[in-house]
């Protein structure tokens, strides 16, 4: 997979100011947006994921952009297709609604319904490949949300973001959290935006949870504070990133890529430990 898009736009002078955060680019910065996605394609990245971790409604009418949705999702998927440059896939990310740490915010259930099967068609219509769900941090948001993609009738992944113990963010352990998407008929579960240190042990917990499906992971090399300022995890060199990444191949994991804090470079380091040479 490819890595962040996010904080890699913030580190090329884009604003990530709330609740737009990534999807202001779509509109202010194409052309660097497109060339994120590039880099990523160059690197070696064979699934790049578009632009539209913030295209759902509520997050753009919240952001002074209402009715917006469908547009900004068919332009992040038309702006990721032209940094890929046919040399990988395309994925459309559907994200939570609410804030991806908070669980506590996570609309009622017919909420979750009716914005996430929106935005699924959405991604259908904008032509991506698949769907990648992430960044879940509910059981109850991540079954709404395979729903969702089920429907469409695409490829999906499902990606859970746990805590430095190794539970969903909810508390919810991962093993709960896989057999409630597994009755939608995934094509593979996922841990991301977790800290890489600590992915290895809930990754394992999937893979026994995970009824043979493929399981993955992307995690994160360090965190924003509220205040903006960036704290590591003590894995931003791409090298030390890759050592961790070995040990999720080892147990068992088919798709890696990179999640908050990563660039082309720790993708270009994931594709040599792939691929040596």
Same mark, same amino acid.
């Given at each position: 997979?490819?890595?962040?898009?996010?904080?890699?736009?913030?580190?090329?002078?884009?604003?990530?100011?709330?609740?737009?955060?990534?999807?202001?680019?779509?509109?202010? /910065?194409?052309?660097?947006?497109?060339?994120?996605?590039?880099?990523?394609?160059?690197?070696?990245?064979?699934?790049?994921?578009?632009?539209?971790?913030?295209?759902?409604?509520?997050?753009?009418?919240?952001?002074?952009?209402?009715?917006?949705? /469908?547009?900004?999702?068919?332009?992040?998927?038309?702006?990721?297709?032209?940094?890929?440059?046919?040399?990988?896939?395309?994925?459309?990310?559907?994200?939570?609604?609410?804030?991806?740490?908070?669980?506590?915010?996570?609309?009622?259930?017919?909420?979750?319904?009716?914005?996430?099967?929106?935005?699924?068609?959405?991604?259908?219509?904008?032509?991506?490949?698949?769907?990648?769900?992430?960044?879940?941090?509910?059981?109850?948001?991540?079954?709404?949300?395979?729903?969702?993609?089920?429907?469409?009738?695409?490829?999906?992944?499902?990606?859970?973001?746990?805590?430095?113990?190794?539970?969903?963010?909810?508390?919810?352990?991962?093993?709960?959290?896989?057999?409630?998407?597994?009755?939608?008929?995934?094509?593979?579960?996922?841990?991301?935006?977790?800290?890489?240190?600590?992915?290895?042990?809930?990754?394992?917990?999937?893979?026994? /949870?995970?009824?043979?499906?493929?399981?993955?992971?992307?995690?994160?090399?360090?965190?924003?504070?509220?205040?903006?300022?960036?704290?590591?995890?003590?894995?931003?060199?791409?090298?030390?990133?890759?050592?961790?990444?070995?040990?999720?191949?080892?147990?068992?994991?088919?798709?890696?890529?990179?999640?908050?804090?990563?660039?082309?470079?720790?993708?270009?380091?994931?594709?040599?430990?792939? /691929?040596?040479?």
């Amino acid at each position: 997979m490819d890595g962040a898009t996010g904080t890699e736009l913030g580190r090329r002078g884009i604003s990530l100011a709330l609740p737009l955060w990534s999807a202001a680019a779509i509109l202010e /910065a194409p052309g660097i947006l497109r060339e994120i996605h590039a880099d990523y394609a160059a690197a070696g990245a064979e699934l790049i994921t578009a632009d539209t971790f913030r295209t759902h409604e509520r997050s753009l009418a919240r952001g002074g952009l209402p009715g917006r949705a /469908a547009e900004l999702t068919l332009r992040a998927v038309e702006i990721a297709r032209e940094g890929a440059g046919g040399r990988a896939w395309v994925l459309g990310s559907l994200a939570p609604l609410e804030d991806c740490y908070r669980p506590d915010l996570v609309p009622d259930d017919a909420a979750l319904a009716r914005e996430h099967a929106l935005h699924g068609e959405n991604l259908v219509r904008a032509g991506v490949d698949a769907i990648l769900i992430e960044t879940m941090n509910t059981a109850r948001e991540a079954a709404a949300a395979a729903t969702a993609a089920a429907a469409t009738g695409l490829p999906f992944l499902v990606g859970f973001v746990c805590g430095s113990e190794g539970r969903l963010l909810s508390g919810e352990t991962v093993t709960a959290a896989a057999r409630a998407v597994l009755p939608f008929s995934p094509s593979a579960l996922l841990i991301n935006c977790s800290p890489t240190p600590s992915l290895l042990n809930p990754l394992q917990e999937l893979k026994a /949870a995970a009824a043979g499906l493929p399981v993955g992971a992307y995690g994160n090399v360090g965190h924003a504070q509220p205040d903006g300022s960036w704290v590591s995890d003590g894995v931003e060199d791409p090298a030390a990133y890759a050592t961790h990444a070995k040990t999720w191949l080892q147990a068992g994991a088919r798709i890696v890529g990179g999640c908050c804090g990563t660039t082309p470079e720790h993708v270009r380091a994931l594709a040599r430990l792939i /691929a040596p040479g």
